[in-house]
T-cell receptor
C-alpha cells in the first residue's frame, strides 16, 4: 500500500541550483529510503536513513528525517542535467517498502 | 552493488493470452522478492511478496488467480499475468533484498512494460 506523500509533485530547476523534495508518512518505520527512477526504468537506491538518525549525506545528496513529524526531505545540491528523474521516498516497515507518490525533477541546462 | 535482472523489458500480447515475467537475483540468494505495478506518472504499488518455496502473499485487492507468482528457487521469481486484458497493461517491476543484510536497500529489476492489445 502507498504510505507516503511527496511534494512537490514536480520541480523544474536550472542546472547548478539545488532541488529539495519532501516526504511525509503515516506509520512507524525501521528506516526511510530514497530512490531515483529514470523514465521507463527500474529504481536505483540513493540513500537510506535509519529511524534513529536525523541527517545523512552521500555525495551531493542530503537527507533529513524527523520521526516526530513523520517527514523526510531530500536535497540535491548543484544539480546536473543527469539528475533529471523521478524521486521516490520509501518507508521500510516489516521488510516491505511502501513508496510515496514521487517528485519529478527536471534539470534545465 | 547487487544486481536483479528482469526479463523481458517489454512485451506486447493479445488479449486473453498469458505472459510470464522473470526476475532473477544474480549475486545473492533472495528468499523474498517483491512485485510492483506502476501506472504512468504514478508510484509503485506493491502487488505481492514472493517467498521461496511457499505461496506468495498478495496485497489487498490483487487477484491471485490473475497474477500467478512462483518462486521455485532462491534466485528466480516469476509473475504470470493470466488471460491478460488491456487494463492489465502497465509497468511491472520486481525487487529483491539481500537476506544477509536485513533492512538495507532493495535492488530493482529494469521493469517490464506490458501492453495488451
Amino acid at each position: 500500500s502507498q504510505q507516503g506523500e511527496e511534494d512537490p509533485q514536480a520541480l523544474s530547476i536550472q542546472e547548478g541550483e539545488n532541488a529539495t523534495m519532501n516526504c511525509s508518512y503515516k506509520t512507524s518505520i525501521n528506516n526511510l529510503q530514497w530512490y531515483r527512477q529514470n523514465s521507463g526504468r527500474g529504481l536505483v537506491h540513493l540513500i537510506l536513513i535509519r529511524s534513529n538518525e536525523r541527517e545523512k549525506h552521500s555525495g551531493r545528496l542530503r537527507v533529513t528525517l524527523d520521526t516526530s513529524k513523520k517527514s523526510s526531505s531530500l536535497l540535491i545540491t548543484a544539480s546536473r542535467a543527469a539528475d533529471t528523474a523521478s524521486y521516490f521516498c520509501a518507508t521500510d516497515n516489516d521488510y516491505k517498502l511502501s513508496f510515496g507518490a514521487g517528485t519529478t525533477v527536471t534539470v534545465r541546462a | 552493488g547487487a544486481v536483479v535482472s528482469q526479463h523481458p523489458s517489454w512485451v506486447i500480447c493479445k488479449s486473453g493470452t498469458s505472459v510470464k515475467i522473470e526476475c532473477r537475483s544474480l549475486d545473492f540468494q533472495a528468499t523474498t522478492m517483491f512485485w510492483y505495478r506502476q501506472f504512468p506518472k504514478q508510484s509503485l504499488m506493491l502487488m505481492a511478496t514472493s517467498n521461496e518455496g511457499s505461496k506468495a502473499t498478495y496485497e489487498q485487492g490483487v487477484e491471485k488467480d490473475k497474477f500467478l507468482i512462483n518462486h521455485a528457487s532462491l534466485t528466480l521469481s516469476t509473475l504470470t499475468v493470466t488471460s491478460a486484458h488491456p487494463e492489465d497493461s502497465s509497468f511491472y517491476i520486481c525487487s529483491a533484498r539481500d537476506p544477509g543484510r536485513a533492512y538495507t536497500e532493495a535492488f530493482f529489476g529494469q521493469g517490464t512494460r506490458l501492453t495488451v492489445v
